[in-house]
């Protein structure tokens, strides 16, 4: 339970805004700009920011990004990996998933993909209570929902 003290410490929540921007590519031009306008936030504190958090990722890769904007126009964000279907396009060397999954697939990954997108998710913030092997079945899962089939050896 928050003691009075914390609950006096905590900042008005003016909005929770979601965006995916690009690693290293954030500038105040849409789709930032306008999200971030909107409530008189820093674009340029939150563009130096980003693009010093994600220099490590290679350019063009879709980043996840919750941002907490306060009343006082001061902010937070987290940056989230990108989403595991963005993985698995990558790992299968497809653009697109399958029209009828179940039905046809469009390429094939081995347990060794899985087990290495997996790792790279746990790092993820939301992710780092859930078990590897917990990741590794939600993975199979997103793979055969896109028409992608998971085999033990190629």
Not at 21 to 41: K, Q
Not at 46 to 58: I, L, P
Not at 71 to 98: C, M, R, Y
């Amino acid at each position: 339970m928050a003691t009075l003290k914390d609950l006096a410490a905590r900042k008005p929540v003016l909005a929770t805004i979601r965006l995916i921007v690009p690693a290293g590519a954030a500038r105040p031009a849409p789709p930032v700009g306008p999200a971030l306008g909107f409530y008189r936030l820093n674009l340029m504190a939150f563009c130096k920011d980003f693009n010093a958090r994600t220099q490590k990722y290679k350019a063009e890769t879709p980043m996840q990004v919750t941002l907490t904007a306060y009343k006082d126009s001061t902010f937070e964000f987290v940056v989230k990996s990108p989403s595991v279907s963005w993985f698995l396009k990558k790992a299968a060397g497809i653009d697109t998933a399958s029209s009828r999954p179940g039905h046809n697939n469009v390429s094939s990954l081995t347990l060794r993909h899985v087990y290495e997108i997996a790792k790279l998710k746990q790092a993820d913030p939301f992710c780092k209570h859930m078990s590897l092997e917990a990741l590794c079945k939600s993975i199979i899962g997103t793979a055969n929902s896109m028409g992608i089939e998971i085999v033990k050896d190629l």
